[in-house]
């Protein structure tokens, strides 16, 4: 059984406009995608800045209320919960945000931080008991439990994205949404921020829905991809493959541009051309299709649905 089941979720903001701010328009940032991840897995999601990524993950834990669709986790929709239902699932499921800088309250210090999910949901019995909880889970990220009264200004931005993990740890969830956890740091504290993730999970049977834009990380960190573009999903693998045999065009394209080590690599580089399309007013068809260098003429008109065309290897492609 899996741990999160995602269905035909649908996330549109309205576009306003006029004296009365009618809704002229919806700007469909997630539109009909579906998902599975299984206990302990890892699934990473990848596509270009603006495709949807942070938007699917932020609704799948309620950080924004879907459009449409519903939310699995453990067997329940969490779409549908609200008020103390909701507050007490979300020990369930947490996310360690992209900001180091911002994501943590300058005011308060370390403990404070991590102690507040402790106190909401009442984890410790005593105040010595949460002290002890606050300087395992510091230990357990690599931090030194005495820096537990410093402020956030006090330390560097990787060990900031260590307090974030710390905190999201605090109420033991299942599912840890991790939002480009890396991109904002440099590339020798990103292994070791990645590598510390994956400890994690292997300690604790944690399940990961792992956002990024490097193809790199993303394949090093998990055990299937989903690639998305302009809301939608077009190709989900199992990792490895992905990148061996990707079958979708934007996914042959976005891996034609990872950096090679090797300078006598014959690899072609595909251009795109364009840019994408506003998700306000999508093209007709496949939404890829004005860029596609091997596009027909059915492409413009239908839509493809996402398909099967190995085991686990899933496909929104006519050609594919």
Excluded at 16 to 43: N, Q, Y
Excluded at 73 to 93: C, N, P, V
Excluded at 221 to 228: C, D, F, P
Excluded at 234 to 250: G, M, N, S
Aim: glycine content about 6%.
């Amino acid at each position: 059984m899996n741990l999160l089941e995602v269905k035909n979720l649908k996330v549109h903001f309205p576009v306003k406009h006029g004296l009365f701010s009618r809704v002229r328009a919806h700007v469909k940032a997630v539109d009909d995608v579906s998902l599975s991840i299984a206990p302990g897995e890892t699934l990473g999601l990848v596509g270009e800045s603006g495709c949807g990524k942070t938007t699917l993950g932020r609704a799948i834990i309620r950080l924004l209320e879907p459009t449409a669709g519903s939310v699995m986790l453990d067997g329940e929709d969490i779409t549908k919960l609200s008020g103390e239902a909701l507050r007490t699932r979300r020990r369930k499921f947490q996310m360690i945000f992209q900001d180091p800088y911002g994501s943590l309250n300058p005011r308060m210090t370390v403990s404070q931080i991590i102690g507040e999910a402790i106190d909401i949901h009442a984890l410790a019995d005593s105040p010595a008991a949460q002290r002890a909880r606050i300087t395992d889970l510091l230990r357990d990220v690599g931090l030194d439990p005495s820096h537990a009264e410093r402020y956030p200004h006090e330390f560097s931005g990787g060990q900031r994205q260590r307090i974030g993990i710390a905190r999201a740890l605090a109420v033991e969830p299942k599912l840890i949404v991790c939002d480009e956890p890396v991109s904002a740091l440099d590339v020798s504290v990103q292994a070791q921020i990645v590598n510390l993730l994956m400890d994690l999970q292997q300690q604790r049977g944690l399940t990961y829905l792992f956002i990024a834009h490097d193809l790199a990380v993303v394949e090093h960190i998990s055990h299937r991809v989903m690639v998305m573009y302009l809301g939608r999903a077009v190709e989900i693998a199992e990792a490895k493959k992905l990148v061996r045999e990707p079958k979708h065009p934007y996914t042959q394209a976005l891996l034609s541009a990872v950096p090679v080590v090797d300078p006598d690599s014959k690899r072609k580089r595909i251009m795109l051309p364009g840019d994408v399309p506003s998700p306000i007013a999508p093209p007709p068809g496949c939404t890829f299709h004005p860029r596609c260098p091997i596009k027909e003429p059915r492409c413009e008109q239908e839509i493809p649905q996402l398909r099967e065309i190995e085991p686990g290897h899933w496909v929104s492609c006519h050609l594919a």
